[in-house]
């Protein structure tokens, strides 16, 4: 039976009654490759590039869900974003496709910024810029930051934006600013979990300050929030041994 569908598809390539045969055919059995194949050959001969490109996602689909081929389904997601650009759907995947395949930083960097502008959901944009700020970090500060603030601005509770933004804040030399962003999402009732932590994180960018006495605050305040916080209780302790 297929053969003889797939004889009429050399002479017709386009023949509806044989491919949507053959596309049933290939279904039921779950035969993935050979339905992959097939899609592919007909998307070479379909008319405009937004159907060629509907095809594309399908094949990525397959390769994604039914394969376990993220590689595969990188490159149809590549070939449909070309034909039909900025669909949310596709930048969605092809941001989680870049960092799941590991492809080279700049090109990843692209695809997470353009994910992050068509991604409606706030949460999930957040978590697109911070893989995004983690990657410009490597290159470029300025666009790292931007990218770090625009996060924290879709979703002020995303415990990892803080945590990328903060050393980026100190190795730029802007302690005070640092301060000011673990401060704030120690503020957060959602992070209650990092309040302790960041409030030591805290303490110590203003020992660099000078600030000790703001420091000794915010490690009690550490310390109320976790007794069990040895690091902010020794940091304090030893604030207190120098001041005599």
């Known amino acids: 039976f297929a053969d003889c569908l797939e004889r009429v598809l050399l002479v017709e ?5 044989a491919n949507d045969a053959l596309e049933l055919f290939y279904r039921s059995p779950r035969e993935w490759p050979v339905l992959v194949d097939l899609l592919s050959r007909r998307a070479v001969h379909v008319e405009g590039d937004r159907e060629r490109a509907e095809l594309f996602r399908e094949i990525a689909q397959l390769h994604a869900r039914e394969m376990n081929d993220p590689s595969g389904a990188l ?3 590549r070939e449909a974003d070309r034909l039909d650009p900025d669909r949310p759907e596709v930048l969605e995947a092809l941001a989680k496709l870049t960092v799941e395949v590991g492809v080279p930083d700049d090109e990843a960097l692209v695809v997470l910024e353009r994910s992050a502008h068509a991604i409606a959901d706030p949460a999930a944009r957040a978590r697109v810029l911070v893989h995004a700020a983690e990657l410009a970090k490597l290159e470029n500060w300025d666009r790292a930051q931007h990218l770090f603030e625009a996060a924290r601005a879709a ?3 995303l415990a990892a934006a803080i945590d990328g933004f903060v050393p980026l804040l100190r190795d730029r030399g802007q302690l005070a600013d640092a301060v ?3 401060l704030a999402g120690a503020e957060r009732p959602a992070l209650a979990a990092h309040r302790s932590r960041w409030l030591a994180d805290a303490g110590d960018f203003c020992v660099a300050l000078g600030d000790t006495d ?6 009690r305040d550490a310390r109320g929030a976790e007794p069990g916080n040895q690091r902010a209780g020794a940091a304090l302790v030893e604030l207190c041994a120098e001041d005599g």
């Open 13 to 17: 390539p386009m023949h509806e009654h």
């Open 75 to 77: 490159d149809a997601y």
């Open 155 to 157: 979703d002020p509770d």
């Open 180 to 182: 000011s962003t673990l």
């Open 214 to 219: 703001w420091a000794k605050q915010l490690y």
